[in-house]
């Protein structure tokens, strides 16, 4: 039984978080305290702990403990939606922080924008929070050569949608967009923007815009949390083939 001990203590702690014994946004009593409560040891506690910060439930601040995580429930990502309807349907709890700058592409970028290694790039980083605590973050490049955008400063979408907006609006339009989905575990510097656990799978979002000229206008890629994410790929079908079929 030694060895599944740490399972009986991240059973327990799942049902007190889902009880709401520990509310979201409090600590969740010290390993110390832990350790002396579940009769375990500090290599026990912890790895019950990574349990449930891998699941979302626990989010661990350096220097101040472990706190329970805000639910925003399911974060959707859908191919059909516009910017629009996600202004109207996003949660007012849900923030979302838009910053620019310039770059240059390094060869992985370059390649997917079909541009040289070196050309000048506008990088929007879009940074969301859930009340206190890290929802999502995209990254879209913007090849200079295509158009210089200002960052959006109002209901800002948390996978920066509405860049294809203000392309549209700069004369700039996309006739295609292809979108790639891949399952990963995070980087370093993701499990600290995002607050997860090194184990917690993250959904990565690949989305690629093209204008009629087949050139590349817009690069985004979207990380969202496994344990909270969705993708929705909607395919719609003309009326003339429905009538032919």
């Known amino acids: 039984m030694a060895q599944n001990r740490h399972v009986h203590i991240s059973n327990d702690l799942r049902r007190h978080i889902k009880r709401g014994t520990y509310a979201p946004g409090t600590p969740i009593p010290a390993e110390s305290a832990l350790m002396e409560q579940y009769r375990a040891s500090r290599p026990t506690v912890r790895i019950a702990l990574a349990q449930i910060e891998n699941e979302g439930l626990l989010i661990r601040i350096h220097g101040r403990g472990n706190f329970v995580r805000h639910q925003p429930g399911i974060v959707t990502y859908d191919t059909a939606s516009h910017v629009a309807d996600g202004c109207a349907a996003m949660d007012t709890a849900l923030q979302v922080s838009v910053s620019k700058r310039t770059t240059k592409a390094k060869d992985d970028v370059a390649a997917i924008l ?9 990088e929007y980083r879009y940074q969301g929070h859930y009340l206190t605590d890290p929802y999502s ?8 050569a295509v158009a210089v955008l200002e960052a959006p ?4 979408t948390p996978t920066g949608e509405d860049i294809r907006e203000a392309l549209s609006r700069a004369g700039v339009h996309v006739v295609e967009t292809r ?14 923007t995002l607050a997860i656990g090194a184990g917690a799978p993250l959904m990565e979002i690949r989305r690629v815009s093209v204008d009629a000229e087949s050139r590349v206008v817009e690069l985004a890629r979207i ?23």
């Open 179 to 192: 979108t790639r989905v891949v399952s990963r575990l995070p980087s370093q510097e993701e499990t600290k």
């Open 137 to 144: 973050l995209a990254l879209i490049y913007v090849p200079h």
């Open 153 to 156: 400063t109002h209901c800002a």
């Open 114 to 122: 079909g541009v040289p290694v070196g050309s000048v790039l506008t």
């Open 223 to 245: 990380v969202l949390p496994g344990f909270s994410a969705e993708a929705v790929f909607t395919e719609s079908t003309r009326t003339r083939e429905l009538e032919a079929a």
